[in-house]
């Protein structure tokens, strides 16, 4: 079994947390609409360069390149959002990690959440 309510310690790990948290997303009134249907994301393209972006901002490993932000200036995302992302992405990590590196996912989630949103609330006023 995977490494649950253990550390984030590998890819595999970075895999699971990824996977089980777009499941969420997928599933939620809020944030389906604007991945789903607004987006239109390719699941099958979307969630290798999670993997990958995560693995580079945890681990410092992988060939993550790229500009997130910018993939997301023409989303209709408003910090209830963004508020739902975080609260999502903590609720995940908590059911399925614990430990150092968890907590600093959480925070680093939370730090690219309130920059998104405050650039694009700087942009769209």
Known sequence: MLNI???LQTESDIKLMVDSFYDKV???DILSYVF????QVN???HLPKMYNFWNKVLF???DYKGNPFQKHIPLPVKKEHFDR???LFEENMDEHFSGEMAEDAKLR???IAHIFHSKLSFMHS
């Open 85 to 87: 992302w975080i609260a």
């Open 109 to 111: 989630a939370k730090s």
């Open 26 to 28: 997928n599933q939620d």
């Open 5 to 7: 309510k253990g550390d």
């Open 43 to 45: 699941w099958e393209t």
């Open 36 to 39: 789903n249907d607004f987006a």
């Open 60 to 62: 410092a490993k992988g």
